[in-house]
């Protein structure tokens, strides 16, 4: 489906980014300084709009993966794109903590219930709605967005309940400085964070979903430099509600002692600041604003790993596959996403976690990926092969807390937090880089290899050869099966 209709800030500016940023404002853990989501955020806009929009438009690509498809061909393409599904998968769970947090401060239903009750909305108009239910609340989204938290905000600044921001932005008043703190032992931590959040974005289907649908490349491109002003307006009100939420005097207001983070409400933040310091109707105006804003960024993610499951795992498995089978198994995917994405915030039920997780495998894993296919013409299958499995390795071995993975491969100067190995040095963008070098490098020297017949080609099972030293010729067909297209086909229709 192109047209225009979805613009790519509607991607991020969901629950998620109202909420989280609140949130880690709020946490005198984190802290502003580790609050940057809207600063990310554009930066990944800009980045793709200067970089990536223009050879992915212009080709005429549907999704994220087709340019590995044409170049690299079905099956390996099937491969690499389990990390991108598993990435989407775990942006799931983001978005409907999010929605299930304003759910459970209008019914004052347990957190977990109401995440549930939220996933089944989401999963069945998702299913009913198809690539509309993205476009139509794309067109409402920030525009609601925009004008209920804009409206809420000086509601919540006229309460009386707070001290002045300029005094607790660097003073102990009721809790650490919202400013927050940056230690010297944290810098390269916060600066591999910083990448990952910002760069990593870039490999995600959901951000290309959206410029694909573009009219036109200049469209596209635009939209992306649009998006990166938008998301920086949008992050202004959470930022300042989460400092008025570390600035405020909780026994003057009807919540009352101990404190959301001392009742492990964080990620309730700014919800309850809009229930306990604003009007009624402001509150009901900013809740509608953040689960119409969840609302799109959820049924944006089930199709994104939809789309990726069906278009570049299942036709794989099946060369030919019928119409009616293929939207029984998008309907069937979209409710396994969903379920499986929901069940993970068991795990972990912090609006950021498996936001930054999901950003660090799309950041390690597929952006030396998505670089070296678009950019790097002597890349070829072995190379990706190599990369792919290089990056994977060691980004297992590096540990995940959230996960309960033990760090295998440490490096220096780590320390341990309630008996977890925490990795001080910039191991996912140490990951990143190593990739991108293995894929370079083995794809130069097997084109070598082969193409001097130093190797012979019996061996030369992704026929590096046949395409020559650089790329593959553009008319070459796939070697999988010639008669396979070489893009993606729509994913979903109005029907489904």
């Known amino acids: 489906m192109r047209g225009g209709l979805g613009f790519p800030a509607a991607t991020w500016v969901g629950g998620a980014f109202i909420i989280g940023v609140a949130e880690t404002v709020y946490d005198p853990t984190k802290g502003l300084v580790w609050a940057l989501i809207p600063l990310q955020m554009s930066l990944s806009f800009i980045i793709g ?40 998968v775990m942006w799931v769970p983001v978005t409907l903590i999010s929605l299930g947090v304003t759910v459970s401060v209008f019914s004052d239903l347990p957190l977990s219930l109401c995440i549930w009750i939220s996933a089944a909305v989401a ?31 000086p509601f919540v600044l006229a309460s009386d309940v707070y001290s002045d921001l300029s005094l607790t932005a660097f003073n102990h008043t009721y809790q650490a400085p919202w400013l927050g703190r940056l230690d010297p032992d944290d810098m390269w931590r916060w600066i591999d964070n910083f990448l990952a959040m910002s760069v990593g974005n870039l490999a995600f289907q959901d951000f290309h979903q959206r410029t694909l649908s573009s009219s036109s490349t200049f469209t596209a491109r ?6 990166a002003g938008v998301v920086l307006i949008l992050g202004i009100p959470p930022v300042l509600i989460g400092a008025v939420a570390a600035s405020t005097d909780w026994n003057m207001t009807s919540y009352g002692s101990p404190s ?36 799109s960024s959820t049924d944006s993610c089930l199709l994104a790993a939809t789309s990726i499951f069906t278009t570049n795992i299942y036709k794989m498995i099946r060369n030919q596959v019928s119409d009616r089978e293929l939207q029984w198994v998008i309907r069937i995917t979209i409710l396994v996403v969903g379920i499986g ?74 320390t341990f937090e309630d ?77 489904c």
């Open 419 to 495: 008996g977890v190995y925490i990795q001080r040095w910039p191991f996912k963008t140490i990951c990143m880089l190593t990739s991108l070098v293995t894929i370079v490098t083995i794809s130069y020297v097997t084109a070598l290899l082969f193409n001097k017949g130093i190797l012979p080609e019996s061996m030369d099972v992704f026929k590096v050869k046949a395409w020559g030293v650089l790329s593959p010729p553009e008319e070459a067909p796939e070697y999988e099966d010639d008669n396979e297209k070489v893009s993606s086909e729509p994913m979903l229709d109005s029907k």
């Open 123 to 153: 999963i069945l108009y998702t299913v009913l709605g198809g690539l509309y239910s993205v476009a139509f609340t794309d067109v409402i989204q920030l525009s609601l967005v925009f004008c209920s938290l804009w409206l809420c905000t």
């Open 260 to 295: 959301p983070y001392e009742r492990g409400e964080s990620a309730m933040v700014l919800p309850i600041v809009l229930l306990h310091l604003t009007p009624t109707a402001v509150f009901v105006v900013g809740m509608g604003a953040i689960a119409g804003a969840a609302m």
């Open 49 to 88: 709009g200067l970089f990536f929009a223009k050879p992915m438009r212009d080709k005429k690509y549907i999704t994220m993966m087709d340019p590995f498809q044409k170049k690299y061909g079905k099956t390996l393409t099937g491969l690499l794109a389990v990390v991108p599904f598993v990435s989407e």
């Open 341 to 414: 994405g929901t069940s993970l915030t068991y795990v972990d039920s912090r609006v950021l976690a498996f936001w930054i997780l999901s950003s660090d495998l799309t950041y390690t894993i597929m952006l030396p990926q998505l670089i070296c296919v678009l950019f790097i013409k002597v890349s070829n299958s072995y190379g990706a092969m190599a990369g792919y499995i290089i990056a994977f390795v060691m980004r297992v071995l590096c540990g995940e807390p959230v996960f309960s993975l033990p760090a295998i491969l440490r490096f220096p100067d780590g």
């Open 222 to 227: 635009m939209m992306c430099f649009i998006a």
